[in-house]
């Protein structure tokens, strides 16, 4: 899952204003980043490299230490530390344990296949981005759109105003994620576009997965921020 973790820390927020937006998102997005930096160290390495070629259903990596069961138990209490430390809040910190479980909870329905610890192991996740592409992307659009609705739901009874502008541009981050999601579900863009083989040392998979998160983490801290209290 992508949009639907964001979601996730704009909730988390406006329940528990003592956190920051920009370390929820961040927290929210844990495994991932995690993710991004094993594959650099060589630990979870992600194809097909090149970017043109991805496809939602043809991504195969193995998250032994990012997202599978038994390491999920370490990051929860990292960031139980991270919270605490950062807030010096108890209940900072039980939320980023708590932001952190769901993103396993929403990838073990929608997104790739993670075990108890490597794929020899139980299987823990229903894997539909290789076996049920769609499914999986409706599945994410549903979510997205309920905690959104719940999101702007808690604002208006806390009598934070927003202008029809600024939530145009928050849904449309999360717009975003699910059209390019839907867009290379089962196809490259190198197939939709006709797009011919070359190498200009920037089309790889990575950076392009890394960019994609940084913009959305930059446009919901920016976007959310704007509003007034009646």
């Known amino acids: 899952m992508l949009a639907g973790h964001f979601t996730t820390a704009l909730i988390a927020k406006q329940k528990f204003p003592k956190g920051t937006l920009l370390y929820f998102l961040i927290i929210s997005q844990l495994q991932d ?47 139980f530390i991270i919270g605490k ?35 020899g192991t139980m299987e823990a996740g229903l894997g539909l981005y290789a076996s ?27 009598g934070i105003i927003r202008t029809t502008k600024n939530k145009v541009a928050i849904i449309s981050v999360f717009a975003y994620g699910i059209v390019f999601m839907s867009l290379i579900a089962t196809r490259s863009f190198r197939d939709l576009l006709s797009i011919p083989e070359f190498d200009l040392g920037f089309n790889t998979n990575m950076p392009t997965l890394i960019f994609t998160y940084s913009a959305m983490l930059f446009c ?4 959310v921020q704007k509003y007034k209290v009646n």
């Open 33 to 79: 980043l995690l993710w991004f930096t094993f594959h650099y160290l060589g630990f979870e390495r992600t194809d097909p490299s090149d970017a043109f070629d991805a496809t939602l259903s043809n991504m195969a990596v193995d998250m032994l230490y990012s997202h599978d069961l038994a390491p999920l138990l370490f990051w929860l209490a990292l960031a």
């Open 85 to 119: 430390l950062l807030f010096k809040s108890t209940k900072i910190g039980l939320v980023s344990m708590a932001l952190v479980f769901v993103h396993f909870v929403l990838d073990f329905f929608s997104g790739h296949m993670h075990h108890l610890f490597g794929a």
């Open 132 to 158: 049920s592409t769609y499914l999986a992307i409706f599945i994410e659009a549903i979510f997205s759109v309920g905690a959104l609705w719940y999101f702007f739901r808690g604002e208006a009874k806390k």
């Open 220 to 223: 919901l801290n920016y976007f």
